[in-house]
Nanobody, 113 residues
Framework: QVQLVESGGGLVQPGGSLRLSCTASGIIFSIYTLTWYRQAPGKQREFVAAIFSSGSTNYVDSVKGRFTISRDNAKNTVYLQMNTLKPEDTAVYYC???????WGQGTQVTVSS
């Protein structure tokens, strides 16, 4: 069973940046698609970004041009660089490997002045 540990969240002002990290254990990391999701208060969890084993990426329209997903297979870690943050980006962010059912504990991102 894969274990996922997210980190890097925090409080940031609008227009600021954060980099989230998610480290996985228990799997051959490099072969999997990796994703980030988020869940805002009172809303359903939504897809944010994906990076495939090939390195190609996909994003939800609302973050295109502001967020960048990347991976370091040697460190079993996926990153989400978030720039030009907006209050509507406030949410708990989770990483997910689609082949597995479990989620990490998430990391809180709050964008507020």
């Amino acid at each position: 069973q894969v274990q996922l540990v997210e980190s890097g969240g925090g409080l940031v002002q609008p227009g600021g940046s954060l980099r989230l990290s998610c480290t996985a254990s228990g799997i051959i990391f490099s072969i999997y698609t990796l994703t980030w999701y988020r869940q805002a208060p009172g809303k359903q969890r939504e897809f944010v970004a994906a990076i495939f084993s090939s390195g190609s990426t996909n994003y939800v329209d609302s973050v295109k041009g502001r967020f960048t997903i990347s991976r370091d297979n040697a460190k079993n870690t996926v990153y989400l660089q978030m720039n030009t943050l907006k209050p509507e980006d406030t949410a708990v962010y989770y990483c997910k490997i689609p082949d597995y059912n479990n989620w990490g504990q998430g990391t809180q991102v709050t964008v507020s002045s």
